[in-house]
Each structure stands twice: as structure tokens, then as C-alpha cells.
Nanobody, 111 residues
Framework: QVQLVESGGGLVQPGGSLTLSCAASGFRFSTYPMNWYRQAPGKERLWVAD????????SYVDSVKGRFTISRDNSKNTVYLIMNNLQPEDTAVYYCYGPTWGQGTQVTVSS
């Protein structure tokens, strides 16, 4: 079965950092581009970042450019989202997406 499992979410103060992980199984991870999305309360799920299958190309929504970094380790079947200088507007459930959706992990940025 195809499965994506996010972890690493939590509560952080504005300006803080957090790294999310997404562990993949059940498919050939190294052949898929991967994405991070997020969904704030009462809002639609929005794309945040993506990375090519080899990790050579990345892209980001404007609001996180310069603060977030998407990366992957194909030997570990894992994609990461390194989040720096977090702000309250980053508060959301973060989802990993490839051939399917993960269950999401909560990120809360609050003082």
C-alpha cells in the first residue's frame, strides 16, 4: 500500500524553526516529485513547495521563499520541510503529497 506519514509538527514561537519529515512507503519514491501543502483553519489546502525526483529542482510559494527549504533523501524514502523564521500565518496542518496524501501534521506558531 502507498503511504505517506508526516511527523515533526508542534508548537513554536514566532521566529523559531521546525523541520517536518514525510516517510514514504509502498511505491518507488525516487521516481516521484514530492510536494508539501498546508491548510489553515477555515481555508483551503494550498501548495507550499515541491521537489523533483532527484532533488535537483525545488520551488516555493512566494510567502515562504527564503524561509523554507524542501529536501529529500531517496536512500531513506523521506522528504523534509525545513522551516525557519516561522510566523503566525504559517500555522496550519502540513501535508506531504506524492502519489497520495499523508495524514498531516499540525504546526502552530504562537507567542
Amino acid at each position: 500500500q502507498v503511504q505517506l506519514v508526516e511527523s515533526g509538527g508542534g508548537l513554536v514561537q514566532p521566529g523559531g524553526s521546525l523541520t517536518l519529515s514525510c516517510a514514504a512507503s509502498g511505491f518507488r519514491f525516487s521516481t516521484y516529485p514530492m510536494n508539501w501543502y498546508r491548510q489553515a483553519p477555515g481555508k483551503e489546502r494550498l501548495w507550499v513547495a515541491d521537489i523533483s525526483s532527484t532533488g535537483g529542482t525545488t520551488s516555493y510559494v512566494d510567502s515562504v521563499k527564503g524561509r523554507f527549504t524542501i529536501s529529500r533523501d531517496n536512500s531513506k524514502n523521506t522528504v523534509y520541510l525545513i522551516m525557519n523564521n516561522l510566523q503566525p500565518e504559517d500555522t496550519a496542518v502540513y501535508y506531504c503529497y506524492g502519489p497520495t496524501w499523508g495524514q498531516g501534521t499540525q504546526v502552530t506558531v504562537s507567542s
